[in-house]
């Protein structure tokens, strides 16, 4: 009997790839350092079994149909937005996420990204590095306070949730929206549900969580992005497309955002050229999730979901009703 094949559309850690090989698969991994083109990515899928792809590849109907045998898409994240889930459930394909595990890692760094923001880490950095400290001066980059502010969580999901919690410790107000009332959440926190617009008007430091939808495609755009209270700090660990980039550039343009600290942008990988010559942002390369612990575990749940269904199971971690 001809080994099933597990295409992973790049290099994951060896901790998933170790439970592939135990359960005998053929694995099949991409070891270019940028995405799969789509024309390779067509060729490779044709003969999977199964796929672990990457946010980066666009599973639409097109790579489904080439895709004969395959019976599983275990997505290495917690997003599936790159997937056509209902075509895959048409076709009898499960399609699985990697939920829970990088809550904390995304957490951490959304708090790093407002912190570094509202305090000016990066400048301030660059300063030191290029000899421009000459000692202490009293109006040498000022920035802003974050302790007993109003924090503003826009999705309070997992991660939306592990960042307020966080905000316990800098005594801050913290407002949430959401399509449901979090009773746990606003019982551990003091945390109050609150309407979108009164939330942007109030909040001085805004963090986004929230799934990228139709609905939520441009949640952030130019027709309200002048709504956020002026002095604000924008953060985005969530998708890109959530914030309409070409709106958020003159929001800090001209100063109605005091600033922003992006993990994610609407076009990624390319990003709005204008940002790169902005100092009230700061800017890095969707490392959400980027610790050792983290990526480890999305390897192994990865990992399972397949084994589990190519050993006639069902998946652990399937995104519909199995």
Not at 191 to 198: I, L, R, V
Not at 278 to 299: C, D, F, Y
Not at 308 to 318: C, E, F, M, Q, T
């Amino acid at each position: 009997m001809a080994q099933l094949k597990v295409l992973i559309t790049r290099k994951i850690p060896e901790a998933g790839r170790e439970i592939l090989k135990e359960a005998g698969f053929l694995i099949e991994i991409y070891n270019g350092d940028r995405p799969l083109s789509r024309k390779t990515f067509l060729q490779k899928i044709a003969s999977a079994d199964a796929v672990i792809p990457m946010l980066s590849e666009q599973i639409d109907r097109e790579v489904i149909d080439q895709a004969a045998n395959l019976k599983v898409i275990a997505n290495y994240a917690v997003g599936y937005n790159n997937i056509d889930v209902d075509y895959a459930r048409s076709k009898h394909i499960y399609v699985t996420n990697t939920p829970d595990v990088l809550t904390e890692a995304t957490a951490d760094l959304t708090w790093a990204l407002m912190l570094s923001a509202a305090k000016r880490i990066p400048e301030s950095d660059q300063y030191v590095r290029q000899g421009k400290f000459k000692g202490w001066e009293p109006l040498l980059m000022l920035g802003d306070d974050v302790s007993g502010k109003t924090l503003g969580i826009i999705g309070a999901g997992r991660i939306g949730q592990a960042v307020g919690q966080r905000a316990i410790g800098f005594n801050m107000n913290i407002l949430y929206h959401s399509p449901s009332k979090k009773k746990s959440f606003e019982k551990k926190t003091g945390a109050q549900k609150s309407g979108f617009e009164e939330l942007l008007k109030t909040s001085d430091f805004i963090s986004i969580h929230c799934p990228l939808t139709e609905k939520t495609r441009h949640l952030i755009s130019s027709k309200n992005i002048f709504k956020i209270k002026r002095g604000a700090f924008l953060i985005n660990t969530s998708r890109g497309a959530v914030v309409e980039e070409s709106a958020l550039v003159m929001a800090l343009a001209n100063g109605h955002l005091a600033g922003a600290g992006l993990d994610v942008y609407e076009f990624e990988p390319e990003i709005h050229p204008k940002l790169f010559s902005l100092q009230n942002v700061v800017l890095l390369p969707h490392i959400g999730s980027a610790t050792k612990e983290t990526r480890s575990a999305m390897a192994r749940i990865a990992a399972n979901n397949v084994k589990a269904v190519l050993s006639g199971n069902k998946p652990l971690h399937s995104v519909y009703p199995v």
